[in-house]
């Protein structure tokens, strides 16, 4: 059974920084597409940032670029989202989520913001940044 599981979310000001992490069980990371996604009330879920881990090429949406980094530690099977600069409207829950199997080389190499590409998803943690 896939299990991802998201840890680090919490509280901070705005200018804060967060580190999320999420653990992988039943799950090889190695030459995967994995992603941060989160749900800010009111909002449908979007895409935050992308990784294909066979490459560590990553991808991630405008009002990330900059401020977070999408990672991967591969002995430990875990993806992690650094997050600095913190905004108010980062605030959401942070989930991770993981591709299916069988996915061709190609069709990994894109990148994938579409919450309908992902098929394995973590319980999410929350960010919350105050003003």
């Known amino acids: 059974e896939v299990q991802l599981v998201e840890s680090g979310g919490g509280s901070v000001q705005a200018g804060g920084s967060l580190t999320l992490s999420c653990t992988a069980s039943g799950y090889n990371i190695r030459n995967s597409r994995m992603a941060w996604f989160r749900q800010r009330p009111g909002w449908e879920r979007e895409g935050v940032a992308t990784i294909y881990t066979g490459t560590n090429k990553t991808y991630y949406r405008l009002s990330a670029k900059g401020r977070f980094t999408i990672s991967q530690d591969n002995a430990n099977n875990m993806l992690y989202l650094q997050m600095n600069d913190l905004k108010p409207e980062d605030t959401a829950v942070y989930h991770c989520?993981?591709?299916?199997?069988?996915?061709?080389?190609?069709?990994?190499?894109?990148?994938?913001?579409?919450?309908?590409?992902?098929?394995?998803w973590g319980q999410g943690t929350q960010v919350t940044v105050s003003s």
């Open positions: 989520a993981a591709t299916g199997p069988d996915k061709s080389i190609e069709w990994l190499s894109v990148p994938r913001m579409s919450s309908s590409e992902y098929t394995y």
